[in-house]
């Protein structure tokens, strides 16, 4: 049966728990009355002593007591003011929603309010996960296991499930779905789906095999994955696979310029560019480094963060449209393919996801990331950023490849930004890029609520010039494969300013994706969200599971500090990794 969807509201009552009725007992308790005589005794003691005192030994008296009231008020005003570890993110000012100004506004100095130092979380800090709390999450939880029982039942061991024909589907024939989902189901306390993955893992999960796979993704869903369920469980056996692979993905940095190939062989550990170019994609070589630091960080064995550290290094040497980057570079000779697309979306998004991850990583310590970052989302705002007519709606739209005109088009995986933004406002940086946020969350809402399904497409377009909507889809762009970077971003505003709003938003969003993604087996991806009978596509991305359901759950946690983004950094496939101190 089909869940309801957003027109037909799900009824969630936050009061629903049982609550703890205490049963009345008519039978008069004399322990009562005798207390309340022998206190009403002792009680004219009290004042008859009060009467034999002088004037001096009571005036001594009231000193006394207005002293230790005075005492007592400072005590609690300063305990109620005293910055807690866990509220700091709380309590830096947000900024009421207010327009962003995009021509050549003086640029404020950031201002490192939340400047502590990083926190190295100890063995019994780790967060202790209990499962659902309220309504919304148990419906998140049922989700999960829904998906999950579709991809064990038909799939389990391959990569994806199908879900309509309910086939198996390899890519890079990993069980990428159980390692990238596993974490997932720790988080939400799901044991059983938790040990089976374990399991799986420990017994049958192998880098061995003679076949190619992309050095990005796998870095990304696997190797963070068994990276973020060590530190959870301390469990030596993600470690050991950990270390397996990420030994057999270091062939990828042997290329003349240490930039990484695009595809790495794990069984003969050799690398190569893709079939079809000389090139790597610039989002993909830069967004390892959080993995492959946490690895060198967990293993004692520098060796890996070096290879990384290096290619950011390296980029941050290269000429730069006032920090934006060509979505292309070639491993050979370590420069950018000069005219590519500019963009936040595909190719290009996670290059500035991971210069503001890294720096918040290693406790703030390494200033080139910092100042990467800054300069980027400048040149965001200066070159990318664009209001839509009629409604005046920001959005970030690109750089065209060979003549860099301004395309006014949008990739749902730009809206991974105003989540980035926020992080960064919590740690000092300038307000504006928290107006910025606020205002690519309202867009981003847009391209769900625009369509009869709420899902947004995968590609949105904007007007520039008079027309009657401010955005449309293009048929060929209609698609989602439920992504998550919207729903990311909520998490982070969320978390951030503890405006409920954004829960209510994920809820509706929510909503839409059991009443028309939900299938038998599981949640499928869909060929066109602008109609309310979309055909299905067949196909449930480990993303799904990993990102979309887990950022679903958090964003609805009744303590909105379950994963405390002071002490974690999600990694671009929503893997928490801990913070370091450097
Ligand atoms: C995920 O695999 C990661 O978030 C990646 O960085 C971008 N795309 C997908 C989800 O949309």
């Given at each position: 049966m089909r869940s309801p969807g957003p027109d037909t509201q799900i009824e969630v009552t936050e009061g629903d728990q049982p609550t703890d009725v205490k049963k009345w007992n008519p039978t008069i308790d004399t322990s009562i009355y005798i207390n309340d005589q022998s206190q009403s005794i002792s009680h004219r003691k009290i004042i008859r002593r009060w009467n034999r005192l002088s004037r001096l030994q009571r005036s001594i008296v009231y000193a006394v007591i207005v002293i230790a009231a005075t005492v007592g008020v400072l005590f609690y005003t300063a305990r109620e003011t005293k910055p807690e570890e866990k509220s700091n993110i709380n309590q830096l000012p947000v900024e009421p929603v207010k327009n962003l100004s995009l021509v050549n506004e003086p640029v404020a100095e950031p201002v490192l309010s939340n400047n502590k130092p990083a926190f190295e979380i100890e063995q019994n800090e780790r967060p202790v996960f209990t499962g659902p709390t309220n309504a919304k999450q148990y419906a998140v939880v049922e989700s999960f296991r829904h998906a999950w029982k579709g991809y064990k039942t038909h799939a389990w061991g391959h990569d994806n499930l199908k879900p309509l024909s309910g086939m198996p589907s390899d890519w890079f024939s990993l069980g990428l779905t159980i390692v990238d989902a596993l974490d997932t189901a720790f988080i939400m306390g799901l044991t059983e789906e938790f040990d089976e993955g374990r399991e799986w893992i420990s017994k049958e999960l192998v880098f061995t095999r003679n076949k190619d796979v992309n050095f990005f993704e796998v870095t990304i869903r696997v190797l963070g994955g068994l990276l973020t369920n060590y530190h959870y469980t301390q469990d030596e056996m993600f470690l050991k696979k950990a270390e397996d692979l990420g030994d057999r993905l270091m062939a990828a940095f042997n290329s003349p310029s240490g930039i990484p190939y695009s595809d790495v062989n794990l069984g003969t550990r050799t690398a190569h560019a893709p079939e079809w170019s000389h090139y790597s994609t610039t989002a993909e070589v830069t967004t390892v480094q959080l993995e492959f630091r946490e690895l060198s960080r967990a293993s004692n064995n520098p060796a890996f963060e070096d290879a990384a550290a290096a290619v950011s290094e390296k980029i941050h040497q290269l000429p730069?449209?006032?920090?934006?980057?060509?979505?292309?570079?070639?491993?050979?000779t370590g420069q950018f393919l000069?005219?590519?697309?500019?963009?936040?979306?595909?190719?290009?998004?996670?290059?500035?996801?991971?210069?503001?991850?890294?720096?918040?990583?290693?406790?703030?310590?390494?200033?080139?990331?910092?100042?990467?970052?800054?300069?980027?989302?400048?040149?965001?705002?200066?070159?990318?950023a664009r209001r839509s007519m009629p409604n005046k709606y920001l959005f970030i739209g690109e750089l065209l490849a060979g003549s860099e005109a301004f395309n006014p088009k949008m990739d749902h995986l730009t809206c991974f930004l105003p989540g980035t933004l926020a992080l960064g406002?919590?740690?000092?940086?300038?307000?504006?890029?928290?107006?910025?946020?606020?205002e690519l969350m309202t867009t981003c809402y847009l391209t769900y609520k625009a369509h009869p399904t709420f899902l947004a497409p995968e590609i949105t377009h904007f007007n520039l010039a008079s027309a009657t909507s401010d955005m449309y889809t293009k048929t060929a762009d209609a698609h989602s494969l439920l992504r998550p970077e919207f729903i990311e971003s909520l998490f982070y505003m969320y978390q951030i300013t503890g405006n409920t709003t954004y829960q209510d938003w994920g809820w509706q969003i929510y909503q839409g994706l059991e009443k028309y993604a939900k299938v038998p087996n599981g949640y499928t991806s869909l060929a066109n969200v602008k109609t309310e009978k979309p055909v299905q596509r067949d196909m449930m991305e480990s993303f799904f599971l990993s990102e979309t359901l887990k950022y679903l759950y958090l964003l609805f946690s009744d303590d909105r500090y379950l994963i405390d983004l002071t002490k974690y950094v999600f990694n671009s496939e929503a893997h928490p990794l801990p913070i370091h101190k450097s």
């Amino acid at each position: 049966m089909r869940s309801p969807g957003p027109d037909t509201q799900i009824e969630v009552t936050e009061g629903d728990q049982p609550t703890d009725v205490k049963k009345w007992n008519p039978t008069i308790d004399t322990s009562i009355y005798i207390n309340d005589q022998s206190q009403s005794i002792s009680h004219r003691k009290i004042i008859r002593r009060w009467n034999r005192l002088s004037r001096l030994q009571r005036s001594i008296v009231y000193a006394v007591i207005v002293i230790a009231a005075t005492v007592g008020v400072l005590f609690y005003t300063a305990r109620e003011t005293k910055p807690e570890e866990k509220s700091n993110i709380n309590q830096l000012p947000v900024e009421p929603v207010k327009n962003l100004s995009l021509v050549n506004e003086p640029v404020a100095e950031p201002v490192l309010s939340n400047n502590k130092p990083a926190f190295e979380i100890e063995q019994n800090e780790r967060p202790v996960f209990t499962g659902p709390t309220n309504a919304k999450q148990y419906a998140v939880v049922e989700s999960f296991r829904h998906a999950w029982k579709g991809y064990k039942t038909h799939a389990w061991g391959h990569d994806n499930l199908k879900p309509l024909s309910g086939m198996p589907s390899d890519w890079f024939s990993l069980g990428l779905t159980i390692v990238d989902a596993l974490d997932t189901a720790f988080i939400m306390g799901l044991t059983e789906e938790f040990d089976e993955g374990r399991e799986w893992i420990s017994k049958e999960l192998v880098f061995t095999r003679n076949k190619d796979v992309n050095f990005f993704e796998v870095t990304i869903r696997v190797l963070g994955g068994l990276l973020t369920n060590y530190h959870y469980t301390q469990d030596e056996m993600f470690l050991k696979k950990a270390e397996d692979l990420g030994d057999r993905l270091m062939a990828a940095f042997n290329s003349p310029s240490g930039i990484p190939y695009s595809d790495v062989n794990l069984g003969t550990r050799t690398a190569h560019a893709p079939e079809w170019s000389h090139y790597s994609t610039t989002a993909e070589v830069t967004t390892v480094q959080l993995e492959f630091r946490e690895l060198s960080r967990a293993s004692n064995n520098p060796a890996f963060e070096d290879a990384a550290a290096a290619v950011s290094e390296k980029i941050h040497q290269l000429p730069k449209k006032h920090g934006l980057v060509p979505i292309f570079i070639n491993p050979n000779t370590g420069q950018f393919l000069p005219h590519a697309t500019i963009t936040l979306g595909a190719r290009g998004d996670s290059y500035y996801e991971y210069l503001l991850k890294q720096w918040l990583h290693t406790g703030k310590t390494i200033n080139y990331l910092l100042d990467d970052y800054l300069t980027a989302i400048e040149g965001v705002r200066e070159f990318l950023a664009r209001r839509s007519m009629p409604n005046k709606y920001l959005f970030i739209g690109e750089l065209l490849a060979g003549s860099e005109a301004f395309n006014p088009k949008m990739d749902h995986l730009t809206c991974f930004l105003p989540g980035t933004l926020a992080l960064g406002h919590a740690n000092g940086l300038p307000d504006w890029h928290m107006t910025m946020a606020e205002e690519l969350m309202t867009t981003c809402y847009l391209t769900y609520k625009a369509h009869p399904t709420f899902l947004a497409p995968e590609i949105t377009h904007f007007n520039l010039a008079s027309a009657t909507s401010d955005m449309y889809t293009k048929t060929a762009d209609a698609h989602s494969l439920l992504r998550p970077e919207f729903i990311e971003s909520l998490f982070y505003m969320y978390q951030i300013t503890g405006n409920t709003t954004y829960q209510d938003w994920g809820w509706q969003i929510y909503q839409g994706l059991e009443k028309y993604a939900k299938v038998p087996n599981g949640y499928t991806s869909l060929a066109n969200v602008k109609t309310e009978k979309p055909v299905q596509r067949d196909m449930m991305e480990s993303f799904f599971l990993s990102e979309t359901l887990k950022y679903l759950y958090l964003l609805f946690s009744d303590d909105r500090y379950l994963i405390d983004l002071t002490k974690y950094v999600f990694n671009s496939e929503a893997h928490p990794l801990p913070i370091h101190k450097s």
